[in-house]
C-alpha cells in the first residue's frame, strides 16, 4: 500500500495518530461538561490530527457537534460523508454561502452584511440557514461589539420572520480562559449573559448558547451554557499547562511524532553541528541525524546551541536534545555514548505516560504553545493511524 507519494508501510518518519484517544478525551470532557454538549473543533486539519479520522473519532466519543474555521473545511467533512450538527464561524463576503446551506452546516454572523448575503441565499435556494450569532463580549477579534449587537440582532430577526434563517444559537468567545481567575473571564461571562437578555427580549428563541473553548470547558463551569467548543483539549494537550497537565483531567495526548535515524556516527572533541556551528561536541561523541526538518513542521526554534538547550527528542530510551540548528529537512542529536543505529525509532514527542518528550515540552522549548506544535506538521509527513477502525463511517 503506498499513499499519495508513492510512500510504502514503513515510513522513515510519520505523525502517528492515536484515534481512540480522540474518541477517550471527548467521552471524558463529554463526561465532564455535562449536561452540555460537546463541539469538538476540527480546524486546521483538526489541529494537525487530520480532518475526517479525527471528526469521526470525535464522534465516537460523543461529540454531538463539530465546528470548523472555514467552510471549505465543514464543506470537506460533508463530502466524505460526516454527518451530525456541524458548524464554521470564519467567513468574508462573497462567501459559498448557498454551499453551506445545502451541506446543512450552520453560519455565524458577526456583522448585518453577513446576515444579508445569507439571508439572500437561502431565498435563492429556498433553504433556511441556520445562523448562529456572534458578540464580541471582549476579545476584541470577531463577533459584533456590544454597542452593535442589538442592530445585528434586529436584523437577523427580520430574515427570521421571512423564513430565511433561524437564530439557532448566540454565542461568544473567550480572551483569557487559559489564565483562570483573569479579570477578564468574569467580565465576558457577564456581557454574554447580558446581551443574550437583551436578544431574548427582542424576540431570539435560540437552541444553544455557547461561550467555552477548552481552557473554559476545563475550569469554568459557570461558562458551559448548552455547548462547549473544545479544541485543544480533545486531542490531549492542556489548553492550562502552567496548572493543569493532561493526565491530571484523564485526557491522553493523540499525537507522536516519530522518525528513524538516517545515520549514527562518531565524531571527535570540537565538532561542529550543522549549519553555522551553533553546536559544538565538548568530547568524542556519537552523532545521530533525525530526518526531519522545518520543512516537515519541526520548528526551527527548537535549534540547540552548546549553551542552549534544544528541544528534547527520545532516542534509544534517554530524553537527549536537538544539537545545531534544524534545517529543512533534518537535524542531529548528540547522544555522547548512547548506543544506537541507523534505523533506530527516535521520538520528537507523544506522551509523557510512555516516557516520551510532550508537545508542550516542544512548546516550551521552541517559546510557543502546543497548539501550534501540533498544527505545523506538513502534508509531506505521512498520518499513521491507530484505532483506524474508528475513521470509518458509522
Ligand atoms: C479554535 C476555537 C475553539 C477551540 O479552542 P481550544 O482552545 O482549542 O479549545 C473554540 N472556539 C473558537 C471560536 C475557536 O476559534
Not at 471549505?72 to 463530502?79: H, Q, T, V, Y
Not at 453560519?107 to 444579508?116: C, D, H, I, L, N
Not at 534544544?310 to 534509544?316: E, F, M, T, Y
Request: proline share 6%; aromatic share 6%; hydrophobic share 45%.
Amino acid at each position: 500500500m503506498t499513499d499519495e507519494y508513492g510512500r510504502g508501510p514503513v515510513p522513515h518518519a510519520q505523525v502517528r495518530v492515536d484515534l481512540a484517544a480522540i474518541r477517550d478525551n471527548v467521552a471524558e470532557l463529554s463526561a465532564r461538561v455535562g449536561p452540555a454538549a460537546v463541539m469538538t473543533v476540527v480546524k486546521a486539519d483538526a489541529y494537525g490530527h487530520g480532518l475526517v479520522p479525527a471528526a469521526r473519532a470525535a464522534q465516537a466519543g460523543g461529540a454531538t457537534w463539530l465546528g470548523t474555521a472555514v467552510l471549505a473545511e465543514a464543506l470537506a467533512l460533508r463530502a466524505a460523508g460526516v454527518t451530525g450538527r456541524l458548524m464554521a464561524w470564519l467567513s468574508a463576503p462573497g462567501e459559498r454561502w448557498a454551499d453551506a446551506l445545502a451541506a446543512d452546516v450552520d453560519v455565524s454572523a458577526s456583522a448585518p452584511w453577513a446576515v444579508t448575503e445569507i439571508a439572500a441565499a437561502a431565498r435563492e435556494t429556498g433553504r433556511t440557514a441556520r445562523l448562529h450569532l456572534k458578540l464580541d463580549s471582549g476579545l476584541g477579534r470577531s463577533g459584533a461589539p456590544v454597542t452593535a449587537w442589538p442592530e445585528l440582532v434586529e436584523t437577523a430577526l427580520k430574515a427570521q420572520a421571512e423564513g430565511l434563517v433561524e437564530v439557532v444559537g448566540l454565542w461568544s468567545h473567550l480572551a483569557c480562559a487559559d489564565e483562570p481567575g483573569h479579570p477578564a473571564n468574569a467580565s465576558q461571562s457577564a456581557a454574554f449573559h447580558e446581551a443574550v437578555g437583551l436578544a431574548r427580549r427582542q424576540g431570539a428563541r435560540p437552541e444553544v448558547l455557547h461561550l467555552a473553548n477548552s481552557a473554559a470547558a476545563l475550569t469554568m463551569p459557570d461558562a458551559h451554557f448548552d455547548l462547549v467548543r473544545v479544541g485543544l483539549a480533545a486531542y490531549g494537550l492542556s489548553p492550562v499547562p502552567q496548572a493543569v497537565t493532561p493526565a491530571d483531567v484523564g485526557l491522553r495526548p493523540a499525537m507522536s511524532v516519530r522518525a528513524r535515524l538516517a545515520l549514527v556516527k562518531r565524531v571527535p572533541a570540537g565538532q561542529g553541528v550543522s549549519y553555522g556551528h551553533l553546536y559544538r561536541t565538548d568530547r568524542e561523541s556519537t552523532l545521530a541525524l533525525v530526518p526531519l526538518g522545518y520543512a516537515d513542521g519541526v520548528p526551527r526554534h527548537g535549534s540547540g546551541g552548546s549553551a542552549g538547550v534544544g528541544a528534547p527528542v527520545l532516542v534509544s530510551g534517554v530524553t537527549r536534545r536537538v544539537a545545531g540548528r534544524v534545517c529543512m529537512d533534518q537535524f542531529v542529536v548528540d547522544l555522547r555514548d548512547d548506543d544506537a543505529r541507523a534505523g533506530d525509532e527516535v521520538v520528537l514527542f507523544g506522551d509523557p505516560a510512555a516516557g516520551e518528550p510532550s508537545a508542550q515540552h516542544w512548546a516550551g522549548a521552541c517559546g510557543t504553545i502546543s497548539y501550534e506544535i501540533v498544527t505545523r506538521f506538513a502534508p509531506r509527513l505521512p498520518r499513521v493511524y491507530v484505532g483506524a477502525d474508528l475513521a470509518e463511517p458509522r
